[in-house]
């Protein structure tokens, strides 16, 4: 199975790259400050200007 990890899902191109990743059956994780509105992403909340919130967000991508 596929996986896209794409930071800045909740609008614009990110939203957008992640619509089009769920079509090609790919799992999808959104990592950003706000939740992406698609359906089906998994949100992971992380601010990528904190080394903490990364390692955290990492910490559950390996689960």
């Known amino acids: 199975m596929n996986t ?15 619509s089009a990743f769920l079509a090609d059956g790919y799992t999808v994780y959104n990592l950003s400050r706000r939740p ?14 904190s080394a903490e919130a990364i390692n955290s967000a990492c910490d559950v991508l390996s689960d």
């Open 36 to 49: 992406c509105p698609v359906p089906g992403v998994s949100n992971i909340a992380c601010d990528l200007s």
């Open 4 to 18: 896209a990890i794409i930071t800045g899902a909740s609008v614009g191109i990110g939203e957008a790259a992640a």
